[in-house]
């Protein structure tokens, strides 16, 4: 796959993307005051989170979301420059990666002792909380974001 290069933007205007999340809230208004029936129970958090109005990210999306903001998880705090560095702060011990965004929009980094790469899966957005999900439709990780280096990493 090629790479991308950190913090190459190509990200629609972020109201782009709240119009689209807006326009499926209403269509599942209209549904409802049509008398169709509610949807099925979702069978996985993926199936959850989207069936809650959740949105996948574009590649563009995740690129530019990804440079320069830091990261807040349980416990956890990453911060992604747009050097393609990552420093990520876990238990009082700091640990520094590289990072880019393959074309498809995976988010991948250098593992530290092995230089080997790891990839995650596809990120997904719903009113400033982020997930990645794993094969089965769990969760893999949650976090939200804050755009700049607040934490100074």
């Known amino acids: 796959m090629a790479r991308r290069q950190p913090g190459l933007s190509m990200r629609p205007p972020r109201a782009a993307a709240l119009a689209v999340w807006a326009g499926l809230a209403s269509l599942a208004g209209l549904a409802s005051l049509a008398g169709l029936p509610a949807p099925a129970a979702a069978d996985t958090d993926l199936e959850a989170f989207v069936a809650d109005g959740a949105v996948a990210l574009s590649q563009a999306a995740v690129a530019e979301l990804f440079s320069d903001t830091t990261f807040y998880g349980e416990v956890w705090t990453a911060y992604y420059g747009p050097d393609g560095r990552k ?56 976090f939200t974001a804050a755009p700049g280096n607040p934490e100074g990493l």
């Open 87 to 142: 420093i990520t702060v876990v238990a009082g011990r700091t640990i520094e990666r590289r990072w880019w965004v393959e074309d498809d929009g995976t988010v991948c980094q250098t593992l530290n002792r092995s230089e080997e790469t790891a990839c995650g899966p596809a990120f997904y957005e719903r009113d400033g909380t982020y997930r990645s999900f794993n094969a089965d439709g769990s969760v893999r990780v949650t």
